[in-house]
Nanobody
Framework: QVQLVESGGGLVQPGGSLRLSCVAS????????MGWYRQAPGKQRDLVAD???????NYADSVKERFTISRDNAKNTVYLQMNSLKPEDTAVYSC??????????????WGQGTQVTVSS
């Protein structure tokens, strides 16, 4: 079983910054794509950004030029640097990954998520 643990959330003022981390653990042969998602109250969970094992990135239009996704393959960790935060960014941020294990190629279960609140 693969486990994901997110951290780094908190309360910040508009314009502030946060850096989120997501660590994958378990018996993993390869981690292909890793991604960050967010879900605000009353809304669906949406993709924020993802990154392939080769470093190719993809961002939601709402966070382009403000957020940066990166990964450390040696640590099985994906990061999300969030700058110029807006109240609209308030949500629970969760990570997910496409991995290969002894059970095959599949998406991981969601981590517990980390709360990001942007408010004055």
């Amino acid at each position: 079983q693969v486990q994901l643990v997110e951290s780094g959330g908190g309360l910040v003022q508009p314009g502030g910054s946060l850096r989120l981390s997501c660590v994958a653990s378990g018996s993993i042969s390869n981690i292909y794509t890793m991604g960050w998602y967010r879900q605000a109250p009353g809304k669906q969970r949406d993709l924020v950004a993802d990154i392939t094992s080769g470093g190719t990135t993809n961002y939601a239009d709402s966070v382009k030029e403000r957020f940066t996704i990166s990964r450390d393959n040696a640590k099985n960790t994906v990061y999300l640097q969030m700058n110029s935060l807006k109240p609209e960014d308030t949500a629970v941020y969760s990570c997910n990954a496409l991995v290969r294990t002894n059970y095959g190629l599949r998406f991981t279960k969601w981590g517990q998520g980390t709360q990001v609140t942007v408010s004055s």
